[in-house]
């Protein structure tokens, strides 16, 4: 609190002390108590802060006449606006749905190939499949395509009206140099379902599945660049990005660059 402020707050309180008589003396000090107090407390958080951009800087006790004032004014601002942004997270952030997640059957070829189908044809810059080259694909070789062993599989999100709203693919690679690698393809959720956690349920269990696999050191994906909210839920479900692959797709003559991202165990 600035000198001013607690000049003025302490002259109101004197004033109103001597108007409350014979009772002034008990709220002088009642007053005098409850300002010393809020100072104190005050003074206490504020070291808090300090010690904790101290520990981020690296910053011993000894090194304290290194860190101007400019510094830990910077490093306040910065966890104040890390703080912000967490707490805007979690209350805009809706709990998952009620969902069911398991692998997609071979006699849900049908549905699977729908859903595949609307975000092949909604999304196109979003995965490497086209909607043209997929459409006329029979139910037969839909089934031959779809695994349903550990090392490939097709993950489901299914409502609580049994209806499948999202799906993920995985697959391991099958080259003994290669085997500490997998691959996650074709993230996608039903429009009327997006926004609500699914994508990172999904992406979670195909995590914890692999944590399972002996030798799986590694996931890998690619989403294209500029897709700020894919590249948000891959980096908070914990994917780094190792590289850019210039002009990956193209679409009706238009380029995409796509980012390389992969999840170490």
């Known amino acids: 609190?600035?000198?001013?402020?607690?000049?003025?707050?302490?002259?109101?309180?004197?004033?109103?002390c001597l108007l409350a008589a014979p009772y002034g003396t008990l709220l002088i000090i009642a007053g005098t108590f409850g300002l010393?107090?809020?100072?104190?407390?005050?003074?206490?958080?504020?070291?808090?802060?300090?010690?904790k951009i101290k520990e981020k800087l690296g910053i011993e006790e000894q090194d304290d006449f290194h860190l101007s004032d400019e510094q830990i004014e910077t490093?306040?601002?910065?966890?104040?606006?890390?703080?912000?942004?967490?707490?805007?997270?979690?209350?805009?952030e809706e709990a998952p749905p009620s969902v069911t997640l398991r692998t997609i059957r071979q006699d849900e070829a049908e549905a699977y190939w729908k859903l595949r189908l609307e975000g092949l044809r909604t999304n196109p810059e979003a995965f490497a499949s086209s909607y043209e080259e997929s459409v006329?694909?029979?139910?037969?070789?839909?089934?031959?395509?779809?695994?349903?062993?550990?090392?490939?599989?097709?993950?489901?999100?299914?409502?609580?009206?049994?209806e499948l709203v999202g799906m993920t693919g995985f697959v391991r690679e099958g080259k003994r140099?290669?085997?500490?690698?997998?691959?996650?393809?074709?993230?996608y959720v039903s429009p009327?379902?997006?926004?609500?956690?699914?994508?990172?349920?999904?992406?979670?269990?195909v995590i914890a599945r692999g944590e399972k696999?002996?030798?799986?050191?590694?996931?890998?994906?690619?989403v294209t660049k500029g897709n700020e909210p894919a590249v948000r839920l891959y980096t908070k479900t914990g994917f780094e990005v190792y590289g850019t692959e210039k002009h990956a797709l193209q679409i009706n003559g238009r380029s995409y660059d796509e980012l390389l991202m992969a999840y170490y165990y």
């Open 192 to 205: 009327a379902f997006q926004g609500q956690g699914i994508a990172g349920r999904l992406l979670n269990e």
């Open 213 to 222: 696999q002996e030798g799986l050191e590694q996931i890998h994906l690619a």
């Open 75 to 92: 490093e306040l601002e910065q966890e104040l606006a890390a703080e912000d942004r967490r707490n805007e997270l979690s209350v805009n």
């Open 36 to 51: 010393v107090l809020s100072m104190s407390l005050a003074n206490q958080r504020m070291r808090g802060d300090l010690q």
């Open 136 to 162: 006329d694909l029979s139910l037969e070789a839909v089934k031959q395509r779809m695994g349903s062993g550990e090392d490939n599989y097709i993950l489901g999100a299914y409502n609580s009206q049994g």
């Open 1 to 16: 609190m600035p000198i001013l402020g607690i000049a003025v707050v302490m002259l109101a309180a004197i004033l109103v």
């Open 177 to 187: 140099k290669l085997r500490h690698k997998g691959l996650i393809w074709g993230v």
